[in-house]
């Protein structure tokens, strides 16, 4: 099992940047792909970006291509979530999560940071 903890919500105009953080412990992290996910009131979790512990192949929604990248530590501990050019509309609550490479299941859950975008 891996321990996720977020940090780095905050609030912000539309337009701007945040950056979220993501420090992983415990379970060997290269076994593991990491993820974001976000969830607005009302509305169901929905899949952000993602990436392997090691290695570069990366994966974005929609929604977010182009203005968000993920990344990761040297050491693979801790993950980033860099998000530019912010919408209201990506107002939520963000989740870090892991899971095995070959389980289609996201097992492992950090607890959440608000992000929330004025207009």
């Known amino acids: 099992q891996v321990q996720l903890v977020e940090s780095g919500g905050g609030l912000v105009q539309a337009g701007g940047s945040l950056k979220l953080s993501c420090a992983a412990s415990?379970?060997?992290?290269?076994?593991?792909?990491m993820g974001w996910f976000r969830q607005a009131p009302g509305k169901e979790r929905e899949f952000v970006a993602g990436?392997?512990?090691?290695?570069?192949?990366?994966w974005y929604a929609e929604s977010v291509e182009g203005r968000f990248t993920i990344a990761r530590d040297r050491a693979g501990n801790t993950m980033f979530l860099q998000m530019n050019s912010l919408e209201p509309e990506d107002s939520a609550v963000y989740y870090c999560a892991a899971k095995r490479i070959k389980s289609s299941t996201w097992s492992d859950w950090g607890q959440g940071t608000q992000v929330t975008v004025s207009s």
């Open positions: 990436r392997l512990s090691s290695g570069s192949n990366t």
């Open positions: 415990g379970g060997f992290l290269s076994l593991y792909a």
